[in-house]
């Protein structure tokens, strides 16, 4: 019980910080979704309106619900976002608002959020497994307790089992 209770405590203070990471990462996309607008615009700029869905590909852009888009899964967009980088050097994009250097914190700060997150899941992901098996064997234990209380007080078992503290006949 002292340990289902310690990895229960664990698994509560590790996965306290993910919502604001979750958060942290939303608001990241949602800048760079408003910055891919004004990339789309220097490649339409550049290379007129005709041409500039041919460019895409190569900043990491994909096409996407009848919209060109930066990719949703997150691992995919680590990858889009490399290409990204090497496209606006390319391109000569680099000095532009949303050039070079945004694009580099950008990808810097979404990858060790990703990468954080991706971490802190696995070890969630562990403590709960550890937390549901000692769950078993406690309620196991428990269930034994009360069926043994049963057999030996056959009459008066309720009061018994009030007595040892239980509430409940099953656990």
Known sequence: AVTYNYTLSARLNSGSTRPQMGKALTNLEKQMDEALSY???YIVDKYKKDNAVSYYPAF?????????ILPTDRNARIASLKLMLQA???HQ?????YGLAFWTATKTEFEALVNQTTILDGQISVKVGDKNVLKNNLKKGLNSIVGVIKANYPETYKQELRDWGMQKEKY
């Open 39 to 41: 990339v789309k615009g």
């Open 88 to 90: 606006i050097q390319t």
């Open 60 to 68: 990491g852009i994909e096409y996407r619900g009848n919209r060109y």
């Open 93 to 97: 994009f680099q000095d532009k608002e």
